[in-house]
T-cell receptor, first 115, second 112 residues
Framework: DVKVTQSSRYLVKRTGEKVFLECVQD?????MFWYRQDPGLGLRLIYF???????EKGDIPEGYSVSREKKERFSLILESASTNQTSMYLC??????????????FGPGTRLTVL | KQEVTQIPAALSVPEGENLVLNCSFT??????LQWFRQDPGKGLTSLLL?????REQTSGRLNASLDKSSGRSTLYIAASQPGDSATYLC???????????FGKGTKLSVKP
């Protein structure tokens, strides 16, 4: 059974802190994605990675960076957390050579609150 | 720029009713269209995926249709149950790496 796990379900941090959100998948997928989900705005793509050490900006990359040192792990980094980064963060993965029958598999999400 | 719209934003129905959720998209050049379910505070679960060359897909009480030319998809739920209560998200795939563009979802409540 496919599985995407995220390091924390709930996280509370202070403004200015450096925050790491971790995502691990066990499906040997090449592509990994980070989204944030906000009421009224839906899911928006922050960054994605199609291979180890490769990354591409999504629609809202400002204030975030990512790291992919191993195929199975994709980290989202908030260098200096701000209150407007309070959100639900969702990680997903998919096959690299994407065909139109492939889907993305999502983790359970991390609810981050920045005080 | 691709935009995905879902109507209605919220829907409340009595148990046993058949219902339709709507999704529209502005650019017909899509790889596929997917319907996801999200329970409160949880991640997304894929329900149905319709490839760009297909017209519909069925899984149990769920049936999804796709009309690329008009930029529309519907999700039909037959004989709704309280356990169907969730937010339903429509997404289209752009690009060869499978990036998804989501609608804002329809929050469904099925009352016993």
């Amino acid at each position: 059974d496919v599985k995407v796990t995220q390091s924390s379900r709930y996280l509370v941090k202070r403004t200015g802190e450096k925050v790491f959100l971790e995502c691990v998948q066990d499906m040997d997928h090449e592509n990994m994605f980070w989204y944030r989900q906000d009421p009224g705005l839906g899911l928006r793509l922050i960054y994605f990675s199609y291979d180890v050490k490769m990354k591409e900006k999504g629609d809202i990359p400002e204030g975030y960076s990512v790291s992919r040192e191993k195929k199975e792990r994709f980290s989202l980094i908030l260098e200096s957390a701000s209150t407007n980064q309070t959100s639900m963060y969702l990680c997903a993965s998919s096959l690299q050579y994407y065909s139109n029958s492939d889907t993305q598999y999502f983790g359970p999400g991390t609810r981050l609150t920045v005080l | 720029k691709q935009e995905v719209t879902q109507i209605p934003a919220a829907l409340s129905v009595p148990e046993g009713e058949n219902l339709v959720l709507n999704c529209s998209f502005t650019d017909s050049a899509i790889y596929n269209l997917q319907w996801f379910r999200q329970d409160p505070g949880k991640g997304l679960t894929s329900l149905l995926l319709i490839q760009s060359s297909q017209r519909e897909q069925t899984s149990g009480r769920l049936n999804a249709s796709l009309d690329k030319s008009s930029g529309r998809s519907t999700l039909y739920i037959a004989a709704s149950q309280p356990g169907d209560s969730a937010t339903y998200l429509c997404a289209v795939t752009r690009g060869s790496q499978g990036n998804l563009i989501f609608g804002k979802g329809t929050k469904l409540s099925v009352k016993p």
